[in-house]
């Protein structure tokens, strides 16, 4: 081990192939993202069989681009010393959950560095990554915090008690939040990936067009967005002349009201001492806005990451790898990649 406790993180679990070093899982010395959206735009979302494949060409050129951003080569050598020792001293890549051809690059490429450099392999939950993002900006936070993490495919309410110990408060019961953006979406035509085409159809629209349903709002931590989709599609049925921009204006303002109330909620249940955003729908400036505003007002300090940050991105996946590697120890070589893998409840 190097007295700097460098990881190497590898991200391929979905459509962005990423690569980063990270110091003790706190300070980001290099990330690389190269995002593979317009690849899949034109089908309306992530073609899998075009995930693994752009993976394949691109893990690593993203990779070597990384090492160099730390000051060493493709052998993992500082350019200054080529002939000295590896300058990595351990490489982490998502296990899981994602695409099982698309992870299956990145836990490859790893486990080929690991062996070769003769450091630990960590096979990481790409979940657990998501939690560490706003502690990588925001080095002052002070635990137990509330994550709120909002992608693609999930939406979680996690207590984050210590490194490498949470507990899950709660979760959508059926669409992740970024599912619903993504099909309300598709369904008024506005295109892929659906949350930045809301957002900015919302912008010239109002909120309060239509009384769209927000379930669960006064029921404990889990939360609920099929039902929202519905009711769209039924608004827009009923009424065919309105505007896309109300529509979305007014589905958005759901969607975050939703949110922000169960963020809140967690928050007290978990008794934190702050708040935090992750994961791609985290990128939205209302929700971001909404819920800056709503700690502010009760002295509860709020943690809301860059965009980079927000979304998939290998330097998560190297702090997750530091603490799991302290905490667990490096994983066997024969981890495969687990496709369907969770937050475990508790640890
Ligand atoms: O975390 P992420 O990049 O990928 C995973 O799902 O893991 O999240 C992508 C999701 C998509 O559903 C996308 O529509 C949503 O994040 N998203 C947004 C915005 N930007 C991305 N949702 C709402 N507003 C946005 N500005
Ligand atoms: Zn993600």
């Known amino acids: 081990m190097t007295a700097r406790g460098r990881v190497l993180g590898i991200e391929t679990s979905c459509d962005e ?43 690593l050129p993203v990779v070597t681009d990384a090492l160099a951003g730390a000051g060493l080569d493709r052998r993992g050598r500082s350019f200054e010393d080529p002939a000295g020792p590896v300058g990595i001293d351990a490489v982490a890549a998502t296990i899981g959950p994602g695409l099982i051809g698309a992870l299956l690059v990145g836990v490859s490429t790893a486990k080929a560095l690991a062996l070769a450099w003769g450091v630990p392999f960590v096979g990481v939950n790409h979940l657990e990554g998501h939690l560490y993002a706003a502690m990588l900006e925001a080095p002052e936070i002070e635990l137990p915090v509330v994550v709120l993490l909002v ?24 669409d992740a939040a970024g599912e619903a953006f993504d099909k309300v979406a598709r369904f008024l035509g506005l295109g892929y990936p659906g949350g930045p085409a809301i957002e900015a159809a919302a912008a010239s629209g109002d909120p309060r067009a239509f009384a769209f349903p927000r379930a669960m709002l006064d029921e404990g931590l889990d939360l609920s967005f099929s039902g929202l989709k519905t009711a769209v599609v039924h608004a827009v049925r009923r009424s065919p002349e309105a505007s896309n921009a109300d529509v979305a204006a007014s589905f958005q303002q759901a969607v975050v009201d939703v949110l922000v109330a169960k963020a809140l ?34 002295g509860l300090p709020v943690y809301v990451p ?11 996946v190297a702090a997750a790898g530091w603490f799991q590697l302290r905490q667990r120890g490096p994983s066997p070589l024969d981890t495969g990649a687990q496709p369907n893998l969770r937050l475990p409840l508790g640890s």
């Open 265 to 298: 909620r967690g928050a007290e249940a978990a008794r934190a001492g702050g708040l935090c955003l992750a994961g791609g729908v985290a990128a939205n400036g209302l929700l971001r806005k909404t819920l800056s505003a709503a700690c502010e007002e009760l």
């Open 151 to 174: 992608s693609g495919g999930h939406t979680l309410l996690v207590a984050l008690d210590a490194p490498g110990s949470y507990r899950v408060l709660g979760a959508t019961v059926d």
């Open 306 to 316: 860059s965009l980079a940050m927000c979304t998939d991105n290998a330097a998560m």
């Open 17 to 59: 192939t990423a690569a980063a070093v990270v110091e003790r899982g706190r300070t980001v010395v290099t990330s690389v993202v190269s995002s593979q959206v317009d690849l899949h735009a034109r089908y309306g979302g992530v073609v899998p069989e075009l995930a693994g494949r752009a993976h394949v060409e691109l893990a």
